[in-house]
């Protein structure tokens, strides 16, 4: 479909102006804007990412919903606010990443490295984050219902006000981890050290531990 893509630009250089991305599909947005189901995301979609944020090029916006970003290098960019649900992010390299408020829902970030990412008020609802290093990750506030995280690395993570209602954190690593104000209802937390956590405003009674 030919035209011009409906999404004006909130940020960056070209906020106010409507995007010129192509090809426009039939709700009148580009293929990045677009919620059509089963649109077809271009394969090189992780080199599109990185060449427009460092160019300080806008991506906000972007539908990336059900994207394929195996193994992709995305370490220290800025993919605050984007939509990846359902997202393939297995062994991607994340370091450093600006995620805050980015919809991860249902995401598949299986050994993902989050090292020193912000994911301040992410949406990891029912994401698999089996094996993820989230060392010193900033997890504050994330909406993590019925998240995968077992075996994670979450050693000195920020985790106050986190929602990890009914989240599987069995043999995940909280040395250090601050999870003040966190919602543990129904959470496993089988086979984890809850030594060395800063428990402080935070209910474990109400989790499984035993």
């Known amino acids: 479909m030919s035209g011009t893509c409906g999404y004006v ?4 250089p070209e906020a106010g102006q409507p995007c010129s991305l192509s090809p426009v ?12 189901d089963g649109k077809v995301i271009p394969p090189n979609v992780a080199a599109v990412l990185r060449q427009r944020i460092e160019s300080q090029i806008p991506c ?37 990443a600006n995620l805050t408020r980015t919809d991860l829902t249902n995401a598949f970030l299986f050994g993902v490295r989050l090292v020193s990412a912000n994911l301040t008020k992410a949406f990891l609802l029912g994401a698999d984050l089996s094996e993820a290093d989230l060392f010193g990750a900033n997890l504050g506030a994330i909406e993590a219902f019925d998240a995968d995280l077992r075996r994670a690395n979450l050693s000195l993570a920020n985790l106050a006000g986190a929602d990890l209602t009914d989240a599987i954190l069995r043999q995940a690593r909280l040395k250090g981890a601050d999870l003040r104000g966190a919602n543990l209802a129904g959470a496993d937390l089988r086979e984890v050290d809850l030594t060395h956590i800063n428990p402080l405003g935070v209910d474990l009674t109400v989790a499984r531990t035993a």
Do not use: I, K, P, Q
Not at 9 to 12: D, E, F, K, P, V
């Open 9 to 12: 630009w909130t940020r960056g």
């Open 25 to 36: 599909l039939e709700d009148g947005f580009c293929v990045w804007h677009s919620e059509v």
């Open 60 to 96: 906000d916006g972007f539908d990336l919903t059900g994207a394929d970003l195996r193994r992709a290098n995305l370490a220290g960019l800025d993919l605050s606010g984007l939509v990846l649900a359902g997202a393939d992010l297995a062994l991607a390299d994340l370091t450093r």
